[in-house]
C-alpha cells in the first residue's frame, strides 16, 4: 500500500548503514506484555510530536518507519504528520504483530545490562581495539542503538570511567559483556538482548575464531584478524579507526546474509585453436 513498507522488506534493511530510522510507538498496554523491539527502533510516545521531531533531528533522520501494534491509526497518523512535516515516513505494515508473526528478528527491550531507555546508550572498553571491540560497536549500532558512542581508554581505567561517567563496560576483565567460556564479547551482546539470525551467528563464530586464534572455526577468521590488526596499525585514534572499521563489518554482515555460498573462480582462458574432432 502506498506509503507503508512490509516486515519483509524492512527485514532486508536492517542492519545496513543505510537503514531507515525506526520509532516505535506502541502504547503501554500492548507494549508491556512482551516487551521487545524491532532491531534499531526506539520508543516514543505519539502524543509528542515536538519531541519526536527533536529525536529525528539527533539522528539525522532521512527515512522513518514508524510501528505500531497493528499498523492502523497511530502509526498512520504519526507517519502523516511526519510526511506534512517534510520527513519521508512510511508504516509498517501490520505493525509489531505482522513483524512478530513472520518470526523475524527482535531484541529484548526489558533486559537491564544494555540500558535501551537511555539516549544514546553510552559504552567504555579498553583502547587498541582489533577485533571484538569494534565487532561490538558495529552490532551495537546497526542492531541496537544507532547512536550508540564508544569510549576507548586505558585497561586499568575501563572499571573507573564506567562507574564515574555511567557508562556500559564491555569486553573487558570481570565485565558481564565479555568473555564467557569460549564465546567472545559478540556472543554476549547478542545473548542479552536476545537478538538471533543466521547471519548474526555466521558472524559471532568468525568473530570467536579471528579473536581467540581458532582459525579452524571459519576459513575467514585469518583474514579478519589481518584486517584488524592491519587498521590497529593504520590509526592512531580509536574512534577513527572504530569507524574505518565499521565498512569492514558492513561488508562481512553482506557477505553472511546473502553471499556465503558465492565462490570467484577464475576460470583459465585458452585458445586451443581449431577443434580437431
Known amino acids: 500500500m502506498l506509503n507503508e513498507i512490509t516486515p ?3 527485514n532486508r534493511l536492517i542492519g545496513l548503514s543505510e537503514a531507515p530510522t525506526l520509532v516505535d510507538l506502541r502504547v503501554a498496554e500492548d507494549f508491556d506484555p512482551a516487551p521487545r523491539l524491532i532491531p534499531s527502533a526506539f520508543r516514543h510516545s505519539h502524543k509528542d510530536l515536538p519531541g519526536l521531531h527533536q529525536q529525528l533531528a539527533l539522528r539525522e533522520a532521512q527515512k522513518v518507519v514508524v510501528v505500531c501494534h497493528k499498523g492502523r491509526k497511530i502509526s498512520q497518523g504519526v507517519a502523516a504528520h511526519l510526511r506534512a512535516d517534510g520527513i519521508a515516513a512510511e508504516v509498517l505494515s501490520g505493525g509489531y504483530v505482522a513483524w ?9 527491550a526489558a533486559q537491564s545490562v544494555i540500558r535501551l531507555g ?3 546508550t553510552l559504552w567504555v572498553t579498553r583502547h587498541r581495539p582489533k577485533i ?8 551495537i549500532r546497526r542492531f541496537i542503538d544507532p547512536q550508540a558512542k564508544f569510549l576507548f581508554v586505558p585497561p586499568q581505567d575501563v572499571r573507573m570511567v564506567a562507574e564515574r561517567f555511567g557508562a556500559i563496560p564491555f569486553d ?5 559483556l565479555g568473555h564467557h567460556g569460549e564465546k567472545c564479547t559478540f556472543d554476549a551482546v547478542m545473548n ?16 570467536r575464531g ?4 581458532r582459525h579452524d572455526l571459519a576459513p575467514q577468521c585469518a583474514g579478519v584478524l589481518a584486517l584488524g590488526v592491519g587498521l590497529s596499525r593504520m590509526y592512531r585514534d580509536d574512534t577513527a ?3 574505518a572499521g565499521m565498512l569492514i563489518w558492513d561488508a562481512l554482515y553482506r557477505w553472511a546474509r546473502d553471499a556465503m555460498d558465492e565462490t570467484h573462480e577464475h576460470a583459465l582462458q585458452r585458445d586451443t585453436g581449431p577443434s580437431t574432432k
Open 132 to 139: 571484538d571491540r569494534v565487532a561490538c560497536p558495529w552490532l
Open 192 to 207: 542479552t538482548v536476545d537478538l538471533r539470525s543466521d547471519a548474526l551467528e555466521h558472524m559471532a563464530q568468525v568473530v
Open 241 to 243: 579507526q572504530l569507524e
Open 8 to 10: 519483509s522488506q524492512l
Open 118 to 120: 537511555e539516549n544514546p
Open 100 to 108: 512478530d508473526a513472520a518470526k523475524l528478528p527482535s531484541i529484548d
Open 172 to 176: 573487558t576483565e570481570g565485565a558481564e
Open 210 to 213: 579471528a579473536d581467540t586464534g
